[in-house]
């Protein structure tokens, strides 16, 4: 049994990991460098798969029970699987606040228009907690989607089952699932990217600040705090829509003390590279599956590139292979087939960031949850053929829920008081009073997001309901290797652990694989 799972998880891989430029992950390697470090926990690896916009209730609203009509990937729960805080009958039957009842999307209905997830209309859809204005103020009309326009705006209320996202429910089925975990703050891709590496989107540095008419970017940055999707002043591949972050980053506390990282973006490597007065461009597309093309690269998407410290402005690639996760050209940013390169070799970082092409990242309008499960468990099943796999953590987490319904409002941990905020009346939420360092304008926790945990050392078939967010990822990659706190008004010093979802005493020595395509389980080895 234990060869045929591998034969078949291998056959898998072949034919899948193409289209992510993947290398052989069965070539021998030599020693395990980042085995070196000490660490606080049996931990050597952390990779970080950070996709997009989902909430919670997208999809995990019925978790554990799916419908499973005959014909679309079938979903049974193991017995004494423990619920979540996912949607109560009296919403799914009749929505007592008004808006319309919360409804199941099936696999057909997988591709869809991207909704309104901007920092103010987020706060105006929660209405003070109440939780009933999502169609009012993120709900978007797919009008150019056959079996999505009747829905209007309603749309918004729309969420999946295990019969769709069936393999992020099997990864919670195997491993640990957190089902109270938020953004951060509320906002877009960008302010939930650099929470995720510093937890601090207000330090934008106003000299670089500008947009494609010359202008300040009075609807990005808002008190020179990130509410918007500018895209990095440090990238040739960004929009002239720009903004720079001052301060750190968790690559400059991991520089400080020697340990390997790197993030890995699909598309990062240039369709055409810089020469002299030109800028490198990023215009490589992939396909999604079903065949259409999609660019791969998104400039607002790699954090490490608003700062100068850690970007790689002209998207250099690696001297070799050796230097992915050191200093070198290539500052630690990567096209994503790096990543593999580096492992094949034997030379995986301490601490990777794996960010999916377009096609992949399971944003609406660009990508599907189909679409984002190939990308998820192609990159799940391959790390397992790893012997690294033995000492590695999986975070697998979101940057915004893009507007979608969720019925939890989290804990408002740092008020704010600015023109952008309206979540407790206009220009409020709460009184800015106690805001992190004084600053305004990053109004958190934001909406619920999920968060999964993939390891040997993860709870298996585990619900945990520790109050998290994005820089709670943070907070582990600081205290695992003991690089200290971003501080200065980043909620890294108020982050909650994600260590709940581990048991760092018992070690599981099984590997589960799955069907990329299907999210089904293919065996246990």
Not at 288 to 302: K, L, M, V
Request: proline content about 7%.
């Amino acid at each position: 049994m234990r060869n045929t799972v591998r034969r078949m998880a291998s056959m898998i891989l072949a034919t899948s990991l193409v289209g992510f430029n993947a290398a052989p992950v069965f070539a021998q390697h030599h020693s395990d460098a980042a085995a070196g470090y000490r660490t606080a926990t049996p931990i050597k690896h952390v990779v970080v798969i950070f996709q997009e916009n989902v909430s919670f209730d997208h999809y995990f609203a019925t978790y554990p029970h799916a419908t499973n009509p005959e014909g679309e990937s079938q979903f049974h729960a193991k017995e004494g699987t423990p619920s979540v805080n996912g949607l109560p009958n009296t919403l799914r039957n009749q929505n007592p606040n008004g808006s319309p009842t919360p409804f199941r999307l099936d696999p057909s209905q997988n591709y869809t228009c991207d909704m309104n997830h901007d920092y103010t209309p987020e706060q105006q859809a929660f209405d003070s907690g109440l939780m009933d204005k999502f169609p009012e103020f993120t709900g978007t009309a797919c009008t150019s989607i056959a079996n999505l326009a009747s829905f209007g705006p309603g749309i918004v209320m729309g969420y999946y089952d295990g019969n769709t996202v069936t393999g992020m429910w099997n990864l919670a089925q195997y491993f640990s699932l957190n089902d109270n975990s938020f953004g951060t703050t509320f906002g877009p891709s960008t302010p939930g990217a650099v929470n995720l590496v510093s937890g601090m989107t207000g330090n934008a540095d106003l000299k670089h600040s500008i947009d494609d008419s010359g202008g300040d970017l009075e609807a990005d940055v808002v008190n020179a705090a990130i509410i918007g999707d500018p895209d990095p002043f440090y990238d040739d591949c960004g929009s002239p829509d720009q903004t720079s972050l001052k301060g750190l980053n968790i690559g400059d506390l991991l520089n400080a003390k020697g340990i390997s990282w790197g993030w890995f973006q699909g598309g990062f490597k240039p369709s055409a590279p810089a020469s002299a007065g030109a800028p490198a461009q990023c215009n490589t597309a992939t396909n999604r599956i079903d065949g259409t093309p999609e660019t791969a690269y998104s400039a607002h998407h790699n954090p490490f590139m608003y700062y100068a410290s850690t970007a790689n402005p002209h998207h250099l690639p690696p001297a070799s292979v050796w230097e992915v996760g050191h200093s070198g050209q290539a500052n630690h940013q990567y096209d994503i087939s790096e990543f593999w390169k580096a492992a094949e070799a034997g030379n995986l970082p301490a601490v990777s960031f794996l960010k999916a092409p377009r096609a992949n990242d399971g944003h609406p309008s660009n990508s599907s949850p189909l679409d984002e499960q190939l990308f998820v468990l192609e990159t799940i099943d391959a790390l397992e053929l790893l012997p690294e796999w033995n000492d590695t953590a999986v975070i697998i987490a979101w940057d915004d829920s893009d507007g979608w319904y969720d019925h939890v409002i989290g804990p408002i941990v740092n008020q704010s008081a600015s023109t952008a905020d309206a979540l407790t009346g206009s220009g409020a939420c709460g009184t800015g009073a106690n805001a992190l360092a004084g600053l305004q304008s990053r109004c958190g926790y934001g909406p619920r997001l999920p968060l999964l945990a993939v390891s040997p050392y993860a709870r298996e078939n585990f619900v945990d309901n520790t109050l998290t967010d994005q820089s709670s990822i943070l907070r582990f990659i600081e205290d695992n290797w003991g690089t200290g706190r971003i501080g200065v008004g980043s909620y890294d010093q108020i982050a909650g652990p994600v260590t709940h979802m581990f048991d760092f005493s018992h070690r599981r020595f099984e590997r589960v694989f799955f069907n990329p395509h299907t999210g089904e389980v293919i065996g246990r080895d």
